[in-house]
Protein backbone atom coordinates (compact mmCIF):
# COMPACT_ATOMS: atom_id res chain seq x y z
CA UNK A 1 0.00 0.00 0.00
CA UNK A 2 3.08 1.90 0.85
CA UNK A 3 4.66 1.63 -2.29
CA UNK A 4 1.44 2.59 -4.05
CA UNK A 5 1.35 5.69 -2.08
CA UNK A 6 5.01 6.54 -3.21
CA UNK A 7 3.75 6.64 -6.64
CA UNK A 8 0.87 8.47 -6.47
CA UNK A 9 3.11 11.57 -5.07
CA UNK A 10 5.87 11.23 -7.16
CA UNK A 11 2.83 11.47 -10.21
CA UNK A 12 1.70 14.30 -8.68
CA UNK A 13 5.02 16.21 -8.16
CA UNK A 14 5.32 15.70 -11.55
CA UNK A 15 1.82 17.05 -12.74
CA UNK A 16 2.79 20.38 -10.15
CA UNK A 17 6.03 20.86 -12.04
CA UNK A 18 4.36 20.19 -15.60
CA UNK A 19 1.83 22.65 -14.46
CA UNK A 20 4.35 25.17 -13.62
CA UNK A 21 6.15 25.31 -16.40
CA UNK A 22 3.36 25.43 -18.49
CA UNK A 23 2.24 28.60 -16.80
CA UNK A 24 5.64 30.12 -16.80
CA UNK A 25 5.67 29.75 -20.83
CA UNK A 26 2.37 31.64 -20.90
CA UNK A 27 3.61 34.39 -19.26
CA UNK A 28 6.11 35.06 -22.29
CA UNK A 29 4.56 36.11 -25.67
CA UNK A 30 5.28 34.10 -28.63
CA UNK A 31 6.20 34.84 -32.10
CA UNK A 32 5.46 32.16 -34.82
CA UNK A 33 7.49 32.85 -38.33
CA UNK A 34 5.96 31.90 -41.55
CA UNK A 35 8.88 29.93 -42.05
CA UNK A 36 7.72 28.04 -38.73
CA UNK A 37 10.30 29.17 -36.03
CA UNK A 38 8.80 30.20 -32.85
CA UNK A 39 10.20 32.71 -30.95
CA UNK A 40 9.35 32.88 -26.89
CA UNK A 41 9.85 35.89 -24.94
CA UNK A 42 8.93 39.64 -24.80
CA UNK A 43 6.95 41.98 -27.30
CA UNK A 44 7.37 45.62 -26.39
CA UNK A 45 7.04 47.44 -29.40
CA UNK A 46 5.19 47.45 -33.25
CA UNK A 47 5.70 50.02 -35.39
CA UNK A 48 4.55 50.25 -39.40
CA UNK A 49 6.68 47.22 -40.46
CA UNK A 50 8.11 45.82 -37.65
CA UNK A 51 8.17 44.43 -34.20
CA UNK A 52 10.42 44.59 -31.31
CA UNK A 53 10.90 41.91 -29.48
CA UNK A 54 13.08 40.46 -26.37
CA UNK A 55 14.03 36.46 -26.03
CA UNK A 56 12.91 34.97 -22.74
CA UNK A 57 16.26 34.97 -20.40
CA UNK A 58 17.83 37.65 -22.29
CA UNK A 59 18.01 41.68 -22.41
CA UNK A 60 18.98 42.61 -25.64
CA UNK A 61 15.98 44.42 -28.45
CA UNK A 62 15.60 42.81 -31.55
CA UNK A 63 13.62 43.96 -34.57
CA UNK A 64 11.69 41.57 -36.36
CA UNK A 65 10.04 42.77 -39.84
CA UNK A 66 6.00 42.13 -39.64
CA UNK A 67 6.62 40.26 -43.38
CA UNK A 68 8.44 37.76 -41.98
CA UNK A 69 5.64 36.92 -39.19
CA UNK A 70 2.70 34.51 -39.07
CA UNK A 71 0.90 35.54 -36.02
CA UNK A 72 1.99 36.73 -32.49
CA UNK A 73 0.16 34.66 -29.58
CA UNK A 74 0.29 37.24 -26.49
CA UNK A 75 0.97 35.84 -22.94
CA UNK A 76 -3.06 37.88 -22.63
CA UNK A 77 -4.19 35.39 -24.74
CA UNK A 78 -4.74 37.26 -27.34
CA UNK A 79 -3.06 36.47 -31.20
CA UNK A 80 -2.34 38.78 -33.76
CA UNK A 81 -2.10 37.76 -36.52
CA UNK A 82 -0.19 38.83 -39.46
CA UNK A 83 -1.59 38.21 -42.63
CA UNK A 84 -1.64 41.35 -44.66
CA UNK A 85 0.99 43.44 -47.12
CA UNK A 86 3.30 45.59 -45.28
CA UNK A 87 1.43 48.84 -46.32
CA UNK A 88 -2.05 47.24 -45.63
CA UNK A 89 -3.71 47.83 -42.00
CA UNK A 90 -2.19 46.47 -38.77
CA UNK A 91 -4.81 44.51 -37.09
CA UNK A 92 -6.26 41.62 -38.75
CA UNK A 93 -6.79 39.19 -35.82
CA UNK A 94 -10.47 37.46 -35.21
CA UNK A 95 -11.37 40.01 -32.31
CA UNK A 96 -10.47 42.71 -35.03
CA UNK A 97 -13.18 41.33 -37.50
CA UNK A 98 -16.55 42.43 -37.57
CA UNK A 99 -19.36 39.89 -36.00
CA UNK A 100 -20.36 38.61 -39.68
CA UNK A 101 -16.89 37.85 -40.63
CA UNK A 102 -17.21 34.08 -40.22
CA UNK A 103 -20.75 34.66 -42.35
CA UNK A 104 -18.18 36.63 -45.50
CA UNK A 105 -15.96 33.25 -46.04
CA UNK A 106 -18.95 30.68 -45.36
CA UNK A 107 -18.95 27.97 -48.10
CA UNK A 108 -16.25 29.75 -49.86
CA UNK A 109 -13.69 27.34 -51.26
CA UNK A 110 -9.74 28.00 -52.19
CA UNK A 111 -7.26 24.97 -53.96
CA UNK A 112 -3.72 25.78 -53.25
CA UNK A 113 -1.25 24.66 -55.87
CA UNK A 114 -0.51 21.59 -55.77
CA UNK A 115 3.47 19.89 -54.90
CA UNK A 116 3.60 18.50 -58.24
CA UNK A 117 6.38 15.56 -58.35
CA UNK A 118 6.96 14.91 -61.99
CA UNK A 119 8.92 11.69 -63.26
CA UNK A 120 12.16 12.63 -62.87
CA UNK A 121 11.78 13.58 -59.52
CA UNK A 122 11.89 16.93 -59.14
CA UNK A 123 9.30 19.64 -58.13
CA UNK A 124 7.51 20.80 -60.96
CA UNK A 125 5.87 24.53 -59.75
CA UNK A 126 4.45 25.47 -63.27
CA UNK A 127 2.59 21.71 -63.22
CA UNK A 128 1.43 22.37 -60.08
CA UNK A 129 -0.31 25.38 -60.66
CA UNK A 130 -1.70 23.85 -63.67
CA UNK A 131 -3.22 20.91 -61.85
CA UNK A 132 -4.51 23.80 -59.51
CA UNK A 133 -6.26 25.54 -62.18
CA UNK A 134 -7.63 21.84 -63.61
CA UNK A 135 -9.18 21.22 -60.16
CA UNK A 136 -10.34 24.77 -59.81
CA UNK A 137 -12.38 24.41 -63.36
CA UNK A 138 -13.87 21.25 -61.95
CA UNK A 139 -15.21 22.55 -58.64
CA UNK A 140 -16.62 25.09 -60.17
CA UNK A 141 -18.80 22.72 -62.80
CA UNK A 142 -19.24 20.28 -59.48
CA UNK A 143 -19.78 21.78 -56.51
CA UNK A 144 -22.83 24.37 -57.12
CA UNK A 145 -23.58 24.82 -53.32
CA UNK A 146 -19.75 26.20 -52.82
CA UNK A 147 -17.90 29.55 -54.38
CA UNK A 148 -14.81 28.61 -55.47
CA UNK A 149 -12.29 31.41 -55.22
CA UNK A 150 -10.27 32.11 -58.35
CA UNK A 151 -6.75 30.96 -58.07
CA UNK A 152 -5.41 33.94 -59.28
CA UNK A 153 -6.84 35.85 -56.09
CA UNK A 154 -5.71 32.66 -54.18
CA UNK A 155 -2.23 33.41 -55.52
CA UNK A 156 -1.81 36.79 -55.56
CA UNK A 157 -2.83 36.75 -51.31
CA UNK A 158 0.14 34.12 -51.12
CA UNK A 159 2.84 35.92 -53.12
CA UNK A 160 2.02 39.27 -51.03
CA UNK A 161 2.49 37.00 -47.72
CA UNK A 162 5.74 35.35 -49.26
CA UNK A 163 3.84 32.14 -49.14
CA UNK A 164 4.74 29.14 -51.13
CA UNK A 165 4.75 25.32 -51.34
CA UNK A 166 8.45 25.31 -49.42
CA UNK A 167 7.17 27.55 -46.51
CA UNK A 168 3.31 25.97 -46.30
CA UNK A 169 4.19 23.90 -43.44
CA UNK A 170 4.59 27.17 -41.52
CA UNK A 171 0.47 27.63 -41.14
CA UNK A 172 -1.76 25.26 -39.99
CA UNK A 173 -4.48 24.77 -42.24
CA UNK A 174 -6.96 27.14 -39.94
CA UNK A 175 -4.30 29.85 -40.32
CA UNK A 176 -4.38 29.68 -44.61
CA UNK A 177 -8.44 29.95 -43.99
CA UNK A 178 -7.99 32.74 -42.23
CA UNK A 179 -5.74 34.45 -44.20
CA UNK A 180 -7.51 33.58 -47.44
CA UNK A 181 -10.65 34.44 -46.29
CA UNK A 182 -12.27 30.89 -46.95
CA UNK A 183 -14.55 28.34 -44.96
CA UNK A 184 -12.66 25.41 -46.77
CA UNK A 185 -8.69 24.97 -47.95
CA UNK A 186 -8.12 22.20 -50.66
CA UNK A 187 -4.68 20.66 -50.72
CA UNK A 188 -2.93 18.79 -53.19
CA UNK A 189 -0.17 16.25 -54.14
CA UNK A 190 0.34 15.02 -57.52
CA UNK A 191 3.97 12.70 -57.86
CA UNK A 192 4.43 10.79 -61.63
CA UNK A 193 6.92 7.62 -61.45
CA UNK A 194 7.61 6.21 -64.91
CA UNK A 195 7.18 2.40 -64.18
CA UNK A 196 8.03 0.84 -67.44
CA UNK A 197 8.86 0.96 -71.41
CA UNK A 198 6.70 -1.12 -74.13
CA UNK A 199 8.19 -1.59 -77.10
CA UNK A 200 6.38 -2.26 -80.68
CA UNK A 201 7.56 -3.53 -83.80
CA UNK A 202 6.24 -4.05 -87.46
CA UNK A 203 7.17 -5.71 -90.31
CA UNK A 204 5.66 -5.61 -94.36
CA UNK A 205 6.18 -7.33 -97.41
CA UNK A 206 5.69 -6.20 -101.27
CA UNK A 207 5.70 -7.91 -104.03
CA UNK A 208 6.35 -6.30 -108.09
CA UNK A 209 5.70 -8.72 -111.20
CA UNK A 210 8.21 -7.76 -113.97
CA UNK A 211 7.33 -10.35 -116.48
CA UNK A 212 8.83 -13.02 -115.35
CA UNK A 213 10.82 -12.02 -112.23
CA UNK A 214 9.61 -10.57 -108.78
CA UNK A 215 11.05 -7.73 -106.59
CA UNK A 216 10.15 -8.11 -103.02
CA UNK A 217 10.44 -5.51 -100.43
CA UNK A 218 10.66 -5.62 -96.41
CA UNK A 219 9.34 -2.16 -94.38
CA UNK A 220 9.99 -2.82 -90.66
CA UNK A 221 9.12 -0.14 -87.71
CA UNK A 222 9.41 -0.01 -84.16
CA UNK A 223 8.58 2.87 -81.43
CA UNK A 224 8.61 2.43 -77.45
CA UNK A 225 6.08 4.25 -74.85
CA UNK A 226 6.97 4.81 -71.60
CA UNK A 227 4.44 4.08 -68.88
CA UNK A 228 3.56 6.28 -65.80
CA UNK A 229 2.44 5.15 -62.32
CA UNK A 230 0.04 8.45 -61.34
CA UNK A 231 -0.81 9.08 -57.65
CA UNK A 232 -3.33 11.98 -56.66
CA UNK A 233 -3.26 13.12 -52.62
CA UNK A 234 -6.49 15.16 -51.79
CA UNK A 235 -7.22 16.91 -48.14
CA UNK A 236 -9.43 19.21 -47.23
CA UNK A 237 -9.43 21.50 -44.24
CA UNK A 238 -12.18 24.11 -42.48
CA UNK A 239 -11.78 27.09 -41.22
CA UNK A 240 -11.72 25.30 -38.05
CA UNK A 241 -8.55 23.47 -38.78
CA UNK A 242 -10.47 20.45 -39.28
CA UNK A 243 -9.61 17.64 -41.78
CA UNK A 244 -12.96 17.13 -43.65
CA UNK A 245 -11.74 14.80 -46.53
CA UNK A 246 -8.39 12.83 -46.90
CA UNK A 247 -8.05 10.57 -49.91
CA UNK A 248 -5.48 9.35 -52.18
CA UNK A 249 -5.41 7.20 -55.29
CA UNK A 250 -3.52 5.36 -58.31
CA UNK A 251 -4.34 6.11 -61.48
CA UNK A 252 -5.88 3.25 -63.94
CA UNK A 253 -4.48 4.65 -66.86
CA UNK A 254 -0.11 4.75 -67.58
CA UNK A 255 0.06 8.00 -69.53
CA UNK A 256 1.41 10.77 -67.51
CA UNK A 257 -1.67 13.13 -67.87
CA UNK A 258 -3.67 10.30 -65.90
CA UNK A 259 -3.98 12.91 -62.89
CA UNK A 260 -6.76 14.39 -64.47
CA UNK A 261 -9.07 11.83 -64.64
CA UNK A 262 -7.40 11.08 -61.00
CA UNK A 263 -8.08 13.85 -59.48
CA UNK A 264 -11.74 14.09 -60.84
CA UNK A 265 -12.12 10.77 -59.52
CA UNK A 266 -11.24 11.51 -55.73
CA UNK A 267 -13.20 15.52 -56.07
CA UNK A 268 -16.45 13.22 -56.66
CA UNK A 269 -15.94 11.60 -53.55
CA UNK A 270 -15.30 14.88 -51.25
CA UNK A 271 -18.35 16.53 -49.18
CA UNK A 272 -18.20 19.42 -51.77
CA UNK A 273 -19.13 17.44 -54.58
CA UNK A 274 -22.86 17.53 -55.78
CA UNK A 275 -24.57 15.91 -59.19
Same mark, same amino acid.
Given at each position: ?10 LFF??LM????I ?5 YD?V??ING ?8 E?N??A?K???KG??L???VK?T?I??I ?7 Q???? !???? &????? !?A???? %???Q????I?A??P??Y????G?R ?14 F???K ?9 M ?7 K ?9 G?? &????? %??L ?15 S????S?N???S???GN???S ?8 T !?N???NV ?9 Q?V???T????? &??? %? ?8 L????P??SK
Open positions: MKRYTNISLLFMFSAAAQEEQKVKEEMLGKVTIDDIFIYESSYTKENKQFASGRVFFTA !APNA &PEETT !ASKPD %NSVSHHNVVLFDMNSGTDEKMGLKVQSDCYTLRKAALFNIQDPTTNAILVNNLSLDNFVLT &PQEMA %NLGVEYVVYGTVVITQTVTSTSSYSKSNRYNTNFGSSSS !AFNTDLKIYNDHGNYADHDSFW &PSE %NAYEITLQYIKRTLY
